[in-house]
């Protein structure tokens, strides 16, 4: 083989290598600038999705089981949290009632969340009391109750306050009356204002869990 032939095989190599670099590095470039989905437009739910989920304050409490529960605790499953009381007469048994269906409308193939009663009243909702009242709406069902500033820190990062106030000598307490839905990261990832339609609040969870599942499939790919 003459000198010329090699260097035209030589030149043809190269610019073989050099396609296939481009076509390499070009989809290498398209996954790596992959944005992700936006959130969903949820307004006719009652919903606001972030788009970038929230990170919860740091605590310690306790749970229905005396049971000691920190942020970390939150990882691992999608989690319904609701700020309310064992004592409230109103607000909180209709909101844990819509819990409770909502649950029951679930589809077997999405997953079960748990749903979680954060005590604006902590000097009455004794574990015990907490265990009490969440038993009655199911197992996925649970408590948090400690010490009150860290409980307002808690609600505060969910979106939500408790005020107290005495009325003719007994304890009031107001507090908001939307469903926070944490992530399996324990991320703030949506509000859902009352009023609160199981089936909507059904629907809401699932194009989240949707939205959320193929964002995590997007970044993975």
Same mark, same amino acid.
């Given at each position: 083989?003459?000198?010329?032939?090699?260097?035209?095989?030589?030149?043809?190599?190269?610019?073989?290598?050099?396609?296939?670099?481009?076509?390499?590095?070009?989809?290498?470039?398209?996954?790596?600038?992959?944005?992700?989905?936006?959130?969903?437009?949820?307004?006719?739910?009652?919903?606001?999705?972030?788009?970038?989920?929230?990170? =919860?304050?740091?605590?310690?409490?306790?749970?229905?089981?005396?049971?000691?529960?920190?942020?970390?605790?939150?990882?691992?499953?999608?989690?319904?949290? #609701?700020?309310?009381?064992?004592?409230?007469?109103?607000?909180?048994?209709?909101?844990?009632?819509?819990?409770?269906?909502?649950?029951?409308?679930?589809?077997?193939?999405?997953?079960?969340?748990?749903?979680? =009663?954060?005590?604006?009243?902590?000097?009455?909702?004794?574990?015990?009391?907490?265990?009490?009242?969440?038993?009655? #709406?199911?197992?996925?069902?649970?408590?948090?109750?400690?010490?009150?500033?860290?409980?307002?820190? =808690?609600?505060?990062?969910?979106?939500?306050? #408790?005020?107290?106030?005495?009325?003719?000598?007994?304890?009031?307490?107001?507090?908001?009356?939307?469903?926070?839905?944490?992530?399996?990261?324990?991320? =703030?990832?949506?509000?859902?204002?009352?009023?609160?339609?199981?089936?909507?609040?059904?629907?809401?969870?699932?194009?989240?869990?949707?939205?959320?599942?193929?964002?995590?499939?997007?970044?993975?790919?």
């Amino acid at each position: 083989m003459n000198s010329s032939i090699r260097l035209t095989l030589f030149s043809l190599l190269l610019v073989v290598l050099l396609i296939f670099g481009l076509v390499v590095g070009r989809q290498v470039f398209l996954i790596g600038s992959q944005e992700p989905v936006p959130a969903p437009e949820l307004t006719e739910l009652n919903t606001y999705v972030y788009d970038q989920p929230r990170q =919860l304050a740091e605590f310690t409490l306790t749970n229905e089981n005396g049971e000691t529960v920190t942020r970390e605790s939150l990882k691992g499953r999608w989690t319904f949290a #609701f700020v309310g009381y064992t004592n409230c007469p109103d607000i909180c048994p209709a909101a844990m009632a819509n819990l409770r269906r909502t649950e029951q409308l679930l589809s077997d193939e999405l997953p079960q969340p748990d749903y979680l =009663l954060v005590s604006a009243d902590p000097e009455h909702d004794t574990p015990e009391k907490l265990r009490e009242y969440t038993d009655f #709406f199911g197992e996925h069902f649970h408590g948090l109750t400690g010490d009150l500033e860290t409980l307002r820190a =808690l609600a505060k990062s969910l979106s939500a306050v #408790f005020v107290h106030r005495e009325v003719d000598g007994e304890l009031l307490v107001d507090h908001s009356g939307h469903f926070a839905l944490l992530n399996p990261d324990g991320e =703030l990832a949506a509000v859902i204002q009352p009023p609160h339609n199981p089936e909507h609040l059904a629907e809401a969870f699932e194009r989240i869990y949707q939205w959320a599942k193929a964002n995590h499939e997007r970044a993975r790919s």
